[in-house]
């Protein structure tokens, strides 16, 4: 088995996790539905950017 050479600092851990955190969904409201959607996704209607798609 590949054992580590140095023990990695508490920093480097910290700064590889980062990237590891939950983040808030950012919310839009569409034009026409006046309802509220995820950022760059559709609407559950089918609308996007006030278009509908399907």
Do not use: A, N, P
């Given at each position: 088995m590949a054992v580590q050479q140095n023990r990695k600092t508490r920093s480097k851990?910290?700064?590889r996790r980062s990237?590891?955190?939950i983040k808030v969904p950012i919310l839009s409201i569409d034009k026409?539905?006046?309802k509220t959607h995820i950022?760059?996704?559709m609407t559950?209607?089918?609308?996007y950017k006030g278009k509908?798609?399907?």
């Open positions: 851990r910290d700064m990237h590891s955190s026409t539905t006046k950022r760059h996704h559950t209607e089918g609308f509908k798609i399907l």
